[in-house]
């Protein structure tokens, strides 16, 4: 499967923004799928995990009550609705995906086999 993260761009502090994360090609099979960042100097960090079934979720304890993970099906995408920015969240954002049973969802990055190519989020105070 191939992933396409978009959505990135400058806000303010206290701005929110929509990231978005198409797949394409073996779509016909199960994924789970993962928000993750990596600010300059630092290591890539989980942010947000969806299930395929969407009944699974979970959050990095800095995001939660912000940050809100869904998925479309029918549409192939995944989002992650970011509200209540920080500059702290500055960060590049990737997608990832996993084939997995319906109700799973993986944390760790060297879980995820398949990774789009990040966009750019970057939070100004």
């Known amino acids: 499967v191939q992933l396409q993260a978009s959505g990135g761009g400058l806000v303010q502090v206290g701005g929110s923004l929509r990231l978005s994360c198409a797949a394409s090609?073996?779509?016909?099979?199960?994924?789970?799928t993962g928000w993750f960042r990596q600010a300059p100097g630092k290591e890539r960090e989980f942010v947000a995990g969806?299930?395929?079934?969407?009944?699974?979720?979970y959050y990095a304890d800095s995001v939660k009550g912000r940050f809100t993970v869904s998925r479309d099906n029918a549409k192939n995408t995944v989002y992650l609705q970011m509200n209540s920015l920080k500059p702290e969240d500055t960060a590049v954002y990737y997608c990832a995906a996993e084939q997995a049973i319906t109700s799973l969802v993986f944390t760790t990055v060297r879980t995820y086999d398949y990774w789009g190519q990040g966009t750019q989020v970057t939070v100004s105070s």
């Open positions: 969806i299930s395929m079934s969407g009944g699974s979720i």
């Open positions: 090609g073996r779509t016909d099979r199960t994924y789970a």
